[in-house]
Every structure is written in C-alpha cells, then in structure tokens.
C-alpha cells in the first residue's frame, strides 16, 4: 500500500489549471494514540476550496507543497479507539489523498442503512446542510413565496429548490447550460430554470417570477446578484452563501448597488455552514427519510482515481460539473 | 398675502445648482371641504427630496414647473375642520412654498408645550423616527456594541449616537468636517468622530472600533460602507438608510463587496422610515421627554426666507449643512 497525495504546487492565477497542482508519493499516515486510519473511497471537491488556497476562506491559507483540504469518506484500516472497527465507513477531513489517519472525535460513522456513503459528502452532508439551514432558518420560505437560487445544479442549489418546493414555495432556478436546466426542472421539479450563459437574466427573471422573488439564495454574487435584487418582493431574504463569480479573481470586485435593497426593506445575510453544525443530525436523519421515500434527488459528477482530482477540481471552477463534484477511490 | 413658491426648473444634472429651481409667484391655495389652510412657519429641507427629482424614490418623481415637495409646519389660517382651529400649530406636506391646503386628516397638530414646532420636521418627526425606528428595531443594539453612524451630525445621524449611548453602547460618527466632528463629540457625546475627508477610513475605523463594529447605521452608501464592511463583528447588523454618496450621479454605481458580509454572518437591511408610522407617537413623546431632560440634543440648520430654499438644498446636497436643514418663513 502506498499513499498518493494531491498538494499544491502552484498559486493559482484565476481559474486553477491542472498545473498548479502534482501528484506526489506520500508516506502512509501514522495512527496516533486515539486517531483512526483511514482508506479514502470517496473524495469531495468543493468550491470554498478556491478561497482556501488564496487565503480568502475564513482565515485559512494553503502552502505550496501542502495536501489539498477537502471533506472525505472512507473505510477504516486500522483504529486505535474501540468504538470504530475496520471496515466501518466514515466521514472526515482527509484531504486529497488516497489514506489518511484523523481523530476519533472528529471522525463521523456512516450508517449504509440510511444512504450511499457518498451522500455524506453531498447531500446529507456539508452541502445539503448549507441548502437546508440558509433556506430555512435565513431564508424563511412562506407558502406561496417565490424561491430563485443560483448554480441550482450544483448540490447547495439543487437542495434548496427541492426543499422550498417542499415548503409550498415557486422554485427557480439560475443555472449555466441546458442540460442543468433540464435536469432541475426534469429531475428536481423546479418549476423554472434560467440559463444566464443564453437568456437576458432580468428578462428571464422577470418572466419566471410574475409575483416577484420572496427568497433569492445567492451561490455566485456578480452579475447575477445585481439582477436579483431588482426583482425583490417587499421584505425579501437574500441568503449570501457564494461568490462563485469571484473566487478566481485577484482583487475582490465591487459588489451591487444596493438601493433596491432600501426600496424592498430587504435584508441581506450571511451564511457559514458552521454555524449550523448543530443541525446536522436533524439534518441528516430527514434528507435520508426524503430520499428514501422519494421527494429528494441529488445527482454526483464522479471522476474516478486520485490522478482525476485536479482535472476534476479545474472543471467545478468552471462550472463543467453537473451535480455534486467527487472523486471516486477504487 | 401672496403665495410663492419654489418649482423645478431643470432635472438637475449631479449635484443640484440654485438654477435648477425658480421661485415664482403661485395663487393662494383653494380650501376644499375637510381641508385645512396654511402658513408655512418651517420647511423641512431632505436628501430623499433629491430622488424624487431624479425619479428613484420610491417611485414617486417630480414633474418640470412642480412645487419641490417637503415636510413643512406652520399655522392654520382657514379651518374646515373644527378640530383644527385658527392659530393652531400644526405638521403636513405642504412643499416648498410660503402658503398649503392639506386634508385634516392628514395634518398633525402640534402641541407647543412638548417641544419648538421645528423640531417635529427633525428629531420629533421623521429624522428622529428613521433614527430611532432603524437603530432599535433593525440594529438590535446591546449593551456594549459599537455602533458606527454615517452623516453623524444630521438628525437621523446625531439621533443614532444618541440613542445608542442611551442604550448603553460605544457610539462613533462618521462626519465631513472637523466642525462636525466638534458638535458629534462635544455636544452630542459621540465618543469618537472619523472625519472621513482628512483620515483613512480604515485606520481611523479600526483605531475608534477596538472590539470592531456591531451595528452600523449607514446614510451614505459608496467607499463608507465598504470600509465598515470590512469591520464588522460577528453578527453585526447594517441598516441601510441613505444613499447620499449616489443622489447626485446618473447612474447607479456599483456596491460594495459582499464577501464580508458573508465572513461575519451580517445582516443588510433595508429601511424606509414610513413602515415604523405606527411608533411616530411612542416616539414624539419619548424624544420630547429625553429633549426636556437634556440627554438629547438637535441642531439646526436654519435658512431664511422662501427664496433660501434653493441654496439652502444645494448646501444640504453638499453635505454642507450642520444638523436639521429648515427653512424659516417669518
């Protein structure tokens, strides 16, 4: 056995290429005291990652040479805590890197009998959790309300439109090719879908939303914010979660005028998952239950082998993914 | 007796110039039944008055050879309403001109005793309400926060500062002058001015805001309310009031970056003053009792004649004025 890492090699200019990543041999990690070893199966690919590496998330910076971050779900090979066995699956912080050895306080158990492992990065996880606490305890969805959201394709947007669907709201979404359009109206049950890459967004929004937007949920800021916001009911919740638009960007552009937000007596608010950690549980225990029984989809965009992940990476910045972003370990 | 009155004589381009307006003779208002006749003591002067030349404020726009609309005070002449008699004070919406007829039901009487009838266009009446409505009810201040105000030294500004000591905060103005910056702390008791012509925002800012900002209560829009963003606390909360960096251009500019607000889980809220006219009464006598008692103080800017009226809003749009811009007729 022999570990394979992802790590940095480059800072990025702009949109990441392959380049600015290498593959590396790395030394089997060492199960300390109190630590689980871990075989990575599953590993997620994430857009704050972008920010983590020009030092924009949070306060986290990556250097050069470092494993790239990321969230990851694997079985384990070896623990030193009698509460996890080998061959349990958990979720945890691995990194790009086909092992990994992590704490068993930090470390999740996956139950199988709930839903595929993978989802724990996805939809039941991180992502699902961002759609489901800044729609709900942010957003606060009323009956009849009109929900837009962004990068709807992707796993937060995809989540947010079924949920306020779900919540007795309109739901559209703003996405960038007509195969994602086509996915969340076929398969999510939008009641709409913009293409921004084709349509006049203002136009199209103004169309789609006859009685204007209750809820924006905002992935990707620019362009697509400021259209938004013209279009606000009164006493709209605009939901900042994302600024896709700018995370390969070296200087942070300016942002929308914000007059319309007076004239709606809006509120603006930002998002951090982390806040919201303490309804995971609860989270996780009823997006299995609607998958189960139906009324929740998600799709994954799988690349395959640990050589795949920056190619893989270099296509979510993009926004060439469809569905959740993963790379699958064999 | 003769009626003048000042019209709009050109759109203005950028900042208004005097010859924007004309000062002409108009007839004596006609009283129609239910309608109360006036002499305009006082004319209110605001900023707001600005969008409604240029159409943005809340869809309301002025027409070319229209009266310039404004809070105004002044003695009833001609009553056809008993409960309004000659020699009463009271407060409507009779515009730029020495002479109005309003419906008695829109009318205010003014009680004398209370508070000099001037200050129900200032720090009684809609200044003093905006100040109050959007600190408290938007900005949730608690004990120990720090509150930072734009347009410190006018009467929404110098109320907010106020209000905020009185609720147990740090309170720090945001001013043009170094006059200002004199009447926010020496009379007012700011306990620090930022004179944003003469000193780094951000320096300035972070000097004055050790423990950085928990509620910012923002007039002005532009490069103030990036720099703030940029200090918030976690949680903090932003009322968006005014937009005085942008009345005078064409165009919309753009805003700020929003990444901050996502990095502190701030909330933007957009206020407009006539959603809280349910608490202008708790608010005309809160503000009277704390005026009589001394721990709230007003300053006003007082222009005289009709014909000052144009001047008197160029002044006013150049930030030139220093507290409550009013017009005096005598």
Redesign the interface.
């Known amino acids: 056995m022999r570990n394979r890492a992802v790590v940095l090699r480059h800072f990025p200019a702009g949109v990441p290429g392959e380049g600015d990543f290498e593959i590396v041999d790395a030394l089997m990690p060492d199960i300390a005291p109190g630590q689980i070893g871990v075989r990575t199966r599953f590993i997620s690919l994430d857009p704050y990652v972008r920010g983590v590496i020009s030092g924009?998330h949070?306060g986290h910076r990556l250097g050069l040479g470092e494993v790239i971050v990321g969230g990851t779900v694997g079985e384990v090979m070896a623990s030193n805590d009698a509460r996890f066995a080998i061959g349990d699956w958990v979720l945890g912080s691995g990194g790009w890197q086909s092992f990994w050895a992590e704490s068993s306080t930090t470390l999740r158990r996956l139950d199988l009998k709930l839903a595929p492992p993978s989802s724990a990065l996805g939809v039941l996880g991180m992502p699902g959790l961002t759609a489901y606490a800044g729609l709900i305890y942010l957003g606060l969805p009323k009956i009849g309300d009109t929900v837009v959201v962004s990068a709807a394709a992707g796993p937060v947007g995809a989540t947010v439109g079924q949920l306020a669907k779900r919540a007795g709201c309109r739901a559209i979404g703003i996405v960038g090719s007509t195969e994602k359009a086509r996915l969340i109206t076929e398969q999510f049950g939008f009641d709409a879908a913009i293409n921004y890459k084709t349509e006049s967004l203002s136009t199209a929004l103004a169309a789609a939303c006859p009685r204007k937007v209750d809820v924006y949920f905002d992935n990707v800021?620019g362009a697509t914010?400021e259209a938004v916001l013209q279009q606000l009911n009164l006493r709209a919740r605009v939901v900042?979660?994302?600024?896709m638009t700018?995370y390969n960007q070296a200087e942070?552009?300016?942002?929308?005028?914000?007059?319309p937000?007076?004239?709606?007596?809006?509120?603006?608010?930002?998002?951090?998952v982390y806040?919201h950690f303490d309804k995971l549980t609860h989270w996780t225990a009823l997006a299995a239950e609607l998958i189960n029984n139906g009324t929740l989809r998600y799709q994954e965009d799988l690349s395959h082998g640990i050589e795949s992940a920056p190619s893989a990476f270099v296509r979510l910045m993009r926004g060439e993914n469809v569905g959740k972003a993963l790379v699958a370990l064999s």
């Not at 900042?240 to 600024?243: F, I, K, M, Q, T």
């Not at 942070?252 to 007059?259: I, Q, Y």
């Not at 007076?262 to 951090?272: D, H, N, P, S, T």
Request: charged share 20%; net charge positive.
């Open positions: 924009r949070l800021g914010l900042l979660c994302g600024l700018q942070r552009p300016s942002g929308p005028n914000l007059g937000v007076i004239g709606a007596r809006a509120e603006l608010k930002g998002l951090v806040d």
